[in-house]
């Protein structure tokens, strides 16, 4: 997939920019079973301080990642678009508004 090849070079320019920055990124299946990537993706939010949910991301998976958030006091901003530069716009957004 085309944002899969993308990260890299976006994580390069981000660190770039923003140095002590971690920046990770999780990708989905289509699947319909999220509730397995749930849990993965729960304990990352432990150590997080924002993250950015794209519009692909499915509607449940979505909220309960935006509940778990609001309970830790994890931001998170969406990202509305659907190509890499619309990603890196969101994660930038992120970083400066609350990073």
Request: proline letters at 2%; glycine letters at 6%.
């Amino acid at each position: 997939m085309k944002l899969r090849r993308s990260a890299q070079g976006l994580k390069a320019r981000i660190q770039s920019d923003y140095p002590k920055v971690v920046l990770q990124f999780e990708h989905t299946a289509c699947s319909s079973n999220w509730s397995a990537e749930l849990a993965r993706f729960e304990g990352d939010l432990h150590e997080a301080s924002a993250f950015v949910i794209h519009r692909f991301v499915r509607a449940n998976l979505g909220r309960r990642l935006r509940k778990v958030a609001g309970e830790l006091d994890v931001k998170w901003m969406p990202c509305t678009g659907s190509g890499c530069a619309s990603i890196e716009r969101s994660v930038r957004r992120v970083i400066e508004k609350f990073l």
